[in-house]
């Protein structure tokens, strides 16, 4: 475990916290006015490998040499000049900081990124990282990599958890759940809604399998892969032509047959590691799920009845009604979509720039 400090003074900017994977979803902006959740779980810290935050710069500003360097092969609007490797925690995790006034103004329900730094060591007023909580972003403070040290905590080492530990934990995530807004005139405004984490968690996925598609039709596996995968992967690609075959893989599952073209795999959520399989499966591509979402899609939880509590006698069950269902279909995460393909080699051919290019409309058309 580590504790985070100001490089300036030396003061304790945090608890004692461990690190895990970056959530798919940690720059995700999801509707207009939408009241999301703390990002990271309390105890936790994440490190983005990439720049993330002002200043910002336009894509025709970026000399290609630029790009090249930091992997990106197609237009990305949102190109960051600040140092690479910005932390994540949660808010309440934070110790010794103060709000900056200045930097506090200007937004819409919160706080957004805004200029820069939004929140000062006590103790020195070094700028130190931004509290995040405005309306349709996660809640988070990301502290400033040039401004804070990591040290080490004696005597908290943490072992990750192996993927049998994961399989007995069971933490999938559900792919429906109330969605609030900051507020209504009207009282409560919530709604049953797909998972703003399951959007972000396909928008990733499906850009992989467009990337291992080479512009061939995709199928997915019958079921829930089918609702959440196979109407943008018909929209987004050709009809008519031989198919390529993606299916789940993973710890518990059986091993996968040669004729899979892809891999739906899950990545380890404290080290970000993905799954990987051995023998002729391993040619295959792999394409990178969340464990939550990849649980859930692997080992699909059916409605059951729940124990009774309290003082209802041994054995009865409660027959609670199911989870309602979202009113319209499945759409992919744009953000996390276009963030993640620009990143893949196969963004540079023409077809993969035409979508980039054409988002907005597939957004009209419900796709994402």
């Not at 002729?280 to 792999?286: M, R, T």
Request: glycine letters at 8%; proline letters at 12%; aromatic letters at 8%.
């Amino acid at each position: 475990m580590f504790v985070f400090v100001c490089a300036g003074c030396g003061a304790r900017l945090t608890v004692p916290l461990s690190q895990v994977a970056l959530p798919v979803h940690a720059h995700q902006k999801y509707g207009n006015g939408i009241q999301l959740p703390v990002l990271m779980e309390s105890g936790t810290f994440a490190v983005n490998p990439e720049p993330f935050g002002p200043p910002w710069r336009r894509w025709d500003e970026i000399d290609p040499d630029e790009a090249a360097a930091r992997r990106v092969h197609a237009p990305d609007d949102a190109w960051s000049e600040c140092a690479p490797g910005p932390i994540v925690i949660a808010p309440g995790d934070a110790r010794g900081t103060t709000l900056i006034p200045e930097a506090a103004g200007g937004y819409c329900c919160g706080l957004d990124w805004g200029d820069g730094p939004n929140m000062a060591c006590e103790a020195c007023g070094l700028p130190v990282a931004n509290r995040i909580d405005d309306c349709s972003l996660w809640q988070a403070v990301w502290l400033a990599p040039e401004a804070v040290r990591r040290v080490a905590v004696d005597g908290t080492e943490s072992t990750a958890l192996s993927w049998a530990e994961l399989l007995l934990e069971g933490k999938a995530t559900h792919p429906v759940e109330p969605i609030t807004r900051w507020g209504s005139l009207l009282g409560l405004d919530h709604w049953w809604s797909w998972s703003p984490r399951w959007e972000a968690a396909v928008g990733q996925a499906l850009a992989h399998l467009l990337a291992a598609s080479d512009g061939l039709p995709v199928t997915v596996p019958h079921g829930l892969p089918t609702e959440v995968f196979q109407r943008a992967l018909d929209a987004l690609l050709p009809p008519g032509l031989p198919a390529r075959h993606a299916v789940l893989a993973g710890p518990g599952l059986p091993v996968p047959d040669t004729s899979a073209d892809m891999l739906l795999l899950p990545t380890h959520p404290q080290t970000g590691e993905l799954w990987r399989p051995t023998g002729p499966a391993a040619a295959a591509y792999p394409v990178p799920l969340p464990f939550g979402v990849w649980l859930w899609l692997a080992f699909p939880k059916p409605y059951l009845s729940r124990p009774a509590s309290g003082t209802m006698p041994d054995g009865v069950l409660r027959d609670d009604p199911p989870m309602p269902r979202p009113h319209h279909s499945f759409r992919a995460d744009p953000g996390t979509f276009r963030n993640t393909l620009v990143r893949l080699p196969a963004a540079r051919s023409l077809w993969l720039r035409e979508i980039l290019e054409n988002i907005t409309r597939y957004m009209q058309a419900g796709i994402f």
